[in-house]
Nanobody
Framework: QVQLVESGGGLVQPGGSLRLSCAPSGTIVSASAMGWYRQAPGKERELVANIFSGGNINYADSVKGRFTISRDNAKNTVYLQMNSLKPEDTAVYYC????????????WGQGTQVTVSS
């Protein structure tokens, strides 16, 4: 069973930066879309950003201009560069790989904690 392995979370002061990475534990066919979601305590999981195989990118309004999503197709890895972090960015961040053509799949990472606090 393939798992997505995330790294890069941690504690950072407001205004600081973090870079999250996510890659599968095994070999998989390239994803149609890779994305980052987050879930804060007491709130529903929400989309942060996603990037499609054709290059289209979507960002949540709350992170536009501060976060950048990118993918390395050769390494089958997705990144999330987070700058100008705010306390309201505190959440567990999950990566997601999904493929909408055969072979279909929809994989989630285990989550990595991001805490923005002074």
């Amino acid at each position: 069973q393939v798992q997505l392995v995330e790294s890069g979370g941690g504690l950072v002061q407001p205004g600081g930066s973090l870079r999250l990475s996510c890659a599968p534990s095994g070999t998989i066919v390239s994803a149609s879309a890779m994305g980052w979601y987050r879930q804060a305590p007491g709130k529903e999981r929400e989309l942060v950003a996603n990037i499609f195989s054709g290059g289209n990118i979507n960002y949540a309004d709350s992170v536009k201009g501060r976060f950048t999503i990118s993918r390395d197709n050769a390494k089958n890895t997705v990144y999330l560069q987070m700058n100008s972090l705010k306390p309201e960015d505190t959440a567990v961040y999950y990566c997601n790989f999904r493929r909408t053509n055969w072979p279909l799949y929809n994989y989630w990472g285990q989550g990595t904690q991001v805490t923005v606090s002074s």
